[in-house]
Structure formats: structure tokens, C-alpha cells
């Protein structure tokens, strides 16, 4: 959708230069001045869903050769690392670190927002677990959910969905500091997925069962975040704050309640560990 004034780059005719900065590193090593951010806009990983660094590997030995090995972003034998934010039985990396990377990700840059700004980032999992971590990592930044929106995403002939029933849309969290916006009140939340399947499929969008299930999440994930917001405690560990969002998820009614907010009779139980 095009923004009339809106571009992205360092120079334009006649517009004053801008900076851009790429870095290649670890999202949750860095720092940012406070106040220095008018927005967040992120696509973090989906927790197992794809292994990036897996299968980046494949391009990135090649790249190697022609760039060389002393170029600093391709020193490293292999793009595999132990801080990549996905979860991977074979690097023994589950939950507990996608929530603590998540968390010093959002926590750091949030805390750079200026008043008011918008930290905004996409989401989809099948799994309602794999939602704890994003909810810990909203409310470890200090921040609540102003907004869940459905958005068309992933293409359905993408082969790592192909047959898994996965959503094609997802998520998209739009989130701000309390301070700046009072704690959202509680929605019912039926009503807001029936608004968001009617609103896609006006749209023209043919929703899949992962379909429903992502906007169900959505919506579900955002009242956990809003439910939890006051008496959060940041200095917990992570299995902790993933056990608080286990039992406010069991307080809702758990997968029982998901089946019925979704209208579906064969809603799996999840599988993220
Ligand atoms: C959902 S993808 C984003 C894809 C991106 N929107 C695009 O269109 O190319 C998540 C990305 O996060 C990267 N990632 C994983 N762990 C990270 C970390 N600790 N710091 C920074 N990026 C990380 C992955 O390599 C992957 O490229």
C-alpha cells in the first residue's frame, strides 16, 4: 500500500541525505540511545518453524569462496550460531532461550522508543506455546498490545508449509508503553475473530484452518499480554514466566476454549517444546 511522501534509502532528488545502518549481528548485543526510536517494525523467527541458519548454510559456503573468508560477515565457517533465536532440538535450544533472546531483543529496543512510538512485529505458529515467549518478551519490555491484526503473509505454495495446514496469514502485534496508552481492556475475543474472518474474507483471502488458528491466537496471546500486564514481574526466570502464561492459557479454558473460539472439532494440541 503506497504512503504518499513515504521512502526508504539514503538519498533522493531534491531530499536532504539520510543514513542507513545494516548490521549483520546479534539483535539482543546491541544499543540504542534512549529515546532514539520513532518505531519498531521486526519479523522475529517462528520459533522452530524454519531453521535460517540451516539452511542459509547451503548459499553462504558458496558466497564464502567468492567473497573470501577475510571479509568480517563471512569469517565464520558456518551461519549456525549459538544465538540464533529458533528453536532446534539439535542445538539443544527450546523455549527458555527463544523467550530470553526475544526478550533482551524487545526489552533493549523498546526502552529506546520514543513516547507514543509503535513497537510492531509479525507472528505464527500452530502451536499456542510457542506464543508464551513473544507474550514474555512484550512484557519483559515493559510494553502492552494495543492491537492484534490478521495480515496476509507466508505464500501458500511456500514449501515449508506445504501440507502442515499452516496459516497464511499472521499476526501482527502492534504494541506501546503503558505509560503512553492506558493497559487496553479486556475484548471478548469470539467477537474479534468473527470481525477478522469476515474482514479477510471480504478481502478475497480463502482462510485455511491455520488461518482461523493464527487469528485466534492472536487475539488470545494479546489478552494474556493486556491480563498480565500489571502484576508482571521482569525478574523472574523464563520457565517461570512461561508456567504464568501456561496457567492464565489453562484460566482461559486452554485448547478446549481454542477449539470452540475457532469452531473447529479437530484442533490439534501443539507440539512446540
Ligand atoms: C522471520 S525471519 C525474517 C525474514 C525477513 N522479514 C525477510 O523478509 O527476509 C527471522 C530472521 O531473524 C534472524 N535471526 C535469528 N536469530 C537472530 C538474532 N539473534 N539476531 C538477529 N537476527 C536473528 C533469522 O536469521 C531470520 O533471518
Not at 17 to 28: G, M, Y
Not at 219 to 240: C, F, M, P, Y
Request: charged content about 25%; proline content about 6%.
Amino acid at each position: 500500500m503506497p504512503i504518499e511522501g513515504e521512502w526508504i534509502g539514503e538519498a533522493r532528488n531534491g531530499e536532504p541525505k539520510r543514513t542507513l545502518d545494516i548490521a549483520c549481528a546479534d539483535s539482543a548485543g546491541r544499543d540504542w540511545q534512549p529515546e532514539s526510536l520513532d518505531g519498531v517494525f521486526t519479523d522475529p523467527p517462528y520459533f522452530g518453524n524454519v531453521q535460517y541458519a540451516e539452511l542459509m548454510d547451503f548459499c553462504y559456503v558458496w558466497l564464502r569462496r567468492l567473497v573470501g573468508a577475510g571479509d568480517p560477515a563471512f569469517s565464520a565457517p558456518s551461519t549456525r550460531h549459538a544465538q540464533e533465536l529458533t528453536g532446534n532440538e539439535n542445538m539443544r535450544r527450546g523455549l527458555v532461550h527463544f523467550t530470553e533472546g526475544l526478550s533482551r531483543t524487545f526489552s533493549r529496543t523498546a526502552a529506546a522508543l520514543k513516547p507514543g512510538a509503535p513497537f510492531v512485529f509479525t507472528y505464527h505458529h500452530n502451536d499456542i506455546a510457542a506464543y508464551f515467549p513473544i507474550a514474555a518478551a512484550i512484557l519483559d519490555a515493559g510494553l502492552v498490545c494495543s492491537k492484534a491484526l490478521p495480515c496476509p503473509a507466508e505464500m501458500g505454495a511456500s514449501i515449508h508449509i506445504k501440507g502442515a495446514a499452516s496459516s497464511t496469514v499472521d499476526s501482527v502485534f502492534v504494541c506501546r508503553r503503558p505509560q503512553d496508552r492506558d493497559i487496553p481492556e479486556p475484548e471478548v475475543v469470539g467477537d474479534l475473530i468473527r470481525e477478522d474472518m469476515l474482514a479477510l474474507e471480504e478481502s478475497g483471502l480463502k482462510a485455511t484452518l491455520g488461518d482461523k488458528r493464527c487469528v485466534t491466537y492472536g487475539h488470545v496471546i494479546r489478552q494474556a499480554v493486556n491480563g498480565l500486564a500489571e502484576k508482571w514481574r521482569t525478574s523472574l526466570a523464563a520457565e517461570d514466566k512461561l508456567d504464568i502464561l501456561a496457567r492464565w492459557f489453562a484460566a482461559f479454558g486452554g485448547h478446549e476454549a481454542l477449539r470452540e473460539l475457532a469452531g473447529e472439532k479437530d484442533f490439534p494440541n501443539g507440539n512446540a517444546h
